[in-house]
């Protein structure tokens, strides 16, 4: 299967006010809104003709975006193309008829009681993930892993093994002021070290990195198995992620957590390599043309890729 990926970043709104999260979600700083649907679909287009079928929809929240379930159509009508979903939930049963065996929905849930965020497993979060369960839709829980519930993470492993629930655990990534300045304090009160958790699950893989668009460009991330099929990753964000070699030069890399695994659609119409604040780096997508944006596109996997 074709991994050229993307990520899109629909919407800065959110219905729920997780205390990590960037005021503006995905997207760049100083943007609010969200994306033109028939803008979108011009920019998807170009992706689709430069030979991406991955695509991921996040936000701000997804859900909140009225024309979330039209988009949904849009992207499935090709077979090979699989759809990723960030979401804290709270809408997500509205959109069941959208989704299919292309699509993964992910939850973000941090934690069963002591959660830093509003985003608990609660009972009624747990009948909607069941329920797409049983429309052969694929779950995977996120979870950001913090002094706040680090506790009670084995708890949650182990729920999922039992619930048959995929699981990704993160760590609290340090956040920056856009100027690429890490906002120590914050960051210092929450952070909790993933290499603290010792996990009763067999370790299948070591230190695997995804392949976005080119082999092997994501954080390093540990694989488990939870048994019959499902599995616990863990990324750590203290390993070093992957750089270009622009990057060697760039005044933030210091302070650059990501690296450069994938592309992102931010709202604003700019695309810049996942995180990236250097803007000498991000593209201007806003007045092109479909060829335009394909050119563009073509560039960036260049100096990135
Ligand atoms: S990804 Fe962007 S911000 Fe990070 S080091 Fe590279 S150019 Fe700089």
């Given amino acids: 299967m074709n991994s050229k990926y993307v990520a899109i ?8 006010k997780c205390p990590y999260c960037q005021s503006t979600g995905e997207s760049i700083p100083n943007v609010q809104g969200m994306w033109d649907y028939n803008r979108l679909r011009e920019v998807i287009t170009a992706f689709l003709e430069v030979g991406y079928r991955n695509f991921r929809i996040t936000g701000g929240e997804p859900t909140t975006v009225p024309y979330l379930g039209e988009l949904l159509d849009f992207l499935l009508q090709d077979s090979d193309v699989k759809v990723r979903i960030n979401t804290n939930g709270c809408d997500i049963e509205k959109y069941v008829d959208h989704l299919s065996s292309q699509t993964e929905v992910i939850f973000s849930v941090d934690g069963l009681k002591n959660v830093f965020s509003p985003k608990r497993l609660t009972d009624e ?3 909607k993930i069941q329920y797409l369960q049983s429309k052969n839709i694929s779950i995977r829980l996120n979870c950001v892993v913090t002094k706040h519930n680090s506790n009670e993470i084995l708890e949650l492993i182990q729920f999922c093994s039992k619930e048959g629930l995929n699981l990704k655990l993160l760590d609290l990534s340090p956040r920056t002021d856009y100027q690429g300045k890490i906002q120590n304090d914050f960051w210092n009160n929450n952070y909790f070290g993933l290499n603290k958790l010792c996990i009763p699950f067999p370790k299948v893989a070591s230190e695997f990195r995804t392949s976005m668009i080119k082999k092997g460009t994501g954080i390093p991330m540990s694989g488990y198995s ?6 616990l990753q863990i990324k750590d964000s ?4 992957y750089y270009a070699l622009v990057c060697k030069y760039c005044p933030y890399k210091d302070n650059c957590i990501e690296g450069v695994f994938s592309l992102s659609l931010s709202v604003g119409e ?3 390599v ?4 250097n803007q000498n780096y991000w593209i201007k997508l806003r007045g092109l043309n479909q060829r335009q944006i394909e050119e563009e596109l073509k560039k960036m996997e260049k100096i990135f890729f």
Avoid: D, F, Y
């Fill in 9 to 16: 970043a629909v919407t800065t709104e959110c219905n729920l």
């Fill in 274 to 277: 996942a995180n990236c604040v």
């Fill in 226 to 231: 939870l048994g019959n099929g499902h599995w």
């Fill in 125 to 127: 979060l747990l009948r």
């Fill in 270 to 272: 700019i695309l810049r």
């Fill in 238 to 241: 203290s390993k070093k992620p």
